[in-house]
């Protein structure tokens, strides 16, 4: 399976895109502020968007959210990142956030959003398909 955020809305605090499975609109994204990141010392800790590339994704158990998230692997300057449910800005830490951006920077009906990806990303593993994420 191939995910896709295209970033649309890049702010101050935050960044607004678009999450495509295989080609097909899914839902909107909420992410932190993108900056250049040429070293680990450009990113600001908590408030720094992930770098555009594209990652393998996994589903895994998250500690930290005590359930199974997508983890989106091997992003330089970054550990632990996530695609899960939020509302705002504050509620990630370079993760990207699911669901619909109907209200100025935000997603809401975030948990439905994240449940869906969770559970097509599981299945598409358990039937031994390579899952990836592009973020541009």
Not at 11 to 18: D, N, Q, S, V
Not at 70 to 76: A, F, K, R, S
């Amino acid at each position: 399976m191939e995910l896709t955020v295209k970033r649309t809305s890049k702010k101050a605090t935050y960044t607004i895109g678009r999450m495509y499975v295989n080609g097909q609109y899914f839902c909107d994204t909420l992410e932190d502020r993108v900056r250049n990141l040429n070293s680990e010392a450009d990113k600001v800790p908590g408030d720094t968007a992930i770098p555009e590339d594209k990652y393998n994704v996994t589903v895994t158990y998250s500690p930290k959210f005590k359930r199974y998230l997508p983890l989106i692997e091997d992003v330089p300057y970054f550990t632990g990142i996530r695609i899960h449910r939020g509302n705002t800005d504050k509620d990630t830490a370079g993760c990207i956030l699911v669901g619909e951006n109907t209200v100025k920077g935000k997603v809401i009906n975030s948990t439905i959003y994240e449940q869906r990806i969770t559970m097509m990303l599981y299945q598409s593993q358990q039937n031994g398909e390579h899952n990836t994420i592009l973020i541009k």
